[in-house]
């Protein structure tokens, strides 16, 4: 309805810059992203002082790979007012050279999830070809373990809840997106599900569990050795670690690639397993998904804690 009315009343002439922007929102929502940024193009026009349309012009250029211009896009933004936190977030793998941010903006991740929500589950599987819960989970369920209690960490709508939950005694989530946590807790998997980070989530007074779980979920975090940390603190010493990650390129530990995910080094993960008292169990690579239909490399692993020396 508010498409439609937006669609009316930007058509005439003396359209609005505020209608425009209203409209190419609309469009973005329809899938119809030329469309939309025609119609950012016109309320730049009319308004180029307009934040949220520079922004929103920046992120489809950046999709389409004009990283230069993206970049100036999301400068423009900045430049009148556009929230400071997120547009340097959004400028850092644009920009040669310039380290990335050791975290992603909170509010980036859990508007894109909270958004994203009641497609999440097929757009995952059916369009990107998702199936890194299924390879991280594939050795521990083959092997005929049983958890007594597990910890998934940004759990989104239950996939590794309803894939462990034949091998536990009781499933714990937590997610940032209030929609998600809706729909993995009405999966039926969990004996609770939290909204918040996983560091809290993690560091809150509770059982040792024996399995924790991060499925496609660093690519969203960053820096991790405040995780591994509070991992090791919260898992039983015959507890597992089980998560993926998204590869970084060759010579990079930690890489914000242009698609706003983090990718990590094999080298920079065995570095903090070590630092952080645990060991190698297992480790293999796998795809995680599709991007523009090709496979983006993952790195899985199983780690545990290391014996005392």
């Not at 930007?10 to 469309?35: I, K």
């Not at 211009?69 to 920009?95: I, K, N, S, T, V």
């Not at 859990?110 to 890194?132: C, M, T, V």
């Not at 004996?191 to 660093?218: K, M, Q, S, T, Y």
Request: charged fraction near 25%; include cysteine; hydrophobic fraction near 45%.
């Amino acid at each position: 309805m508010r498409c439609g009315r937006a669609w009316r009343r930007a058509r005439p002439a003396a359209s609005t810059a505020p209608l425009q922007l209203s409209l190419a929102l609309c469009l973005l929502r329809l899938q119809q992203p030329a469309e939309a940024l025609a119609a950012l193009d016109r309320a730049l026009a009319l308004d180029p002082t307009l934040a949220e349309a520079w922004s929103q012009r920046g992120s489809l250029l950046r999709d389409v790979g004009e990283y230069a211009e993206a970049a100036r896009c999301f400068e423009q933004a900045l430049a009148h007012g556009g929230d400071e936190a997120l547009h340097r977030f959004y400028l850092a793998p644009m920009r040669a050279g310039e380290a990335a941010p050791a975290q992603p903006p909170r509010a980036y991740v859990e508007a894109l999830f909270d958004g994203y929500a009641d497609d999440f589950q097929h757009h995952l599987l059916q369009d990107l070809k998702y199936q890194a819960h299924e390879t991280l989970l594939a050795p521990l369920r083959a092997d005929g373990e049983r958890f007594p209690l597990v910890l998934d960490l940004g759990c989104g709508t239950g996939l590794c809840g309803r894939l462990i939950r034949p091998h536990a005694g009781a499933v714990d989530g937590v997610d940032l997106a209030p929609a998600m946590v809706e729909q993995a807790r009405a999966s039926g998997a969990y004996r609770r599900v939290e909204r918040g980070n996983l560091l809290g989530f993690l560091r809150a007074r509770g059982e040792p569990a024996d399995l924790v779980i991060a499925a496609d979920v660093f690519i969203y975090v960053g820096a991790l050795d405040e995780v591994f940390a509070a991992v090791r603190e919260r898992l039983r010493p015959t507890g597992c670690f089980a998560f993926s990650v998204e590869l970084a390129d060759d010579g990079e530990e930690l890489l914000l690639r242009p698609s706003l995910r983090y990718a990590h080094s094999r080298a920079y993960i065995e570095r903090l397993a070590q630092a952080h008292g645990f060991r190698v169990r297992q480790a293999w690579e796998a795809p995680l998904r599709e991007d523009q239909q090709k496979p983006v490399p993952g790195l899985y692993l199983l780690l545990e804690p290391a014996p005392p020396v």
